[in-house]
């Protein structure tokens, strides 16, 4: 019996749910790049950067390419870009409708009377 469609989302999203994964697959929506690249890029160790990366293999989000001794990677499909795209989309509207709602308070907000 195959897994409902749900829960393959969610682990979908529980892949995509550390910063270091984010951020290789950002570099990786612009181009192609070979892992010392990625390096100061994404901030972390190299073994740590290794490890994040074979997540993403897991989920077939990227795949990668030999070249002598350089590993080259890149996404699976130019639809995990729009997936990033959406996101960073849906984080503005939030973040647009909550300074809205902030800037709201502090236009209600009750003034202090002056002292007597």
Known sequence: M??????AKAELFKT????ARI???ELLAQREYA???MLPEVGVEAASLSQQLAVLRKAGLVTF???GSTVYYSLTSPQVAEL???ARRILSEVLTGQVELLADLQVAAPRPSPPS
């Open 2 to 7: 195959s897994r409902p469609l749900y829960q």
């Open 16 to 19: 995509l749910g550390h910063p």
């Open 23 to 25: 951020r290789v697959l």
């Open 35 to 37: 892992v010392g690249e």
């Open 65 to 67: 390419r030999k070249a």
């Open 84 to 86: 990033l795209a959406v």
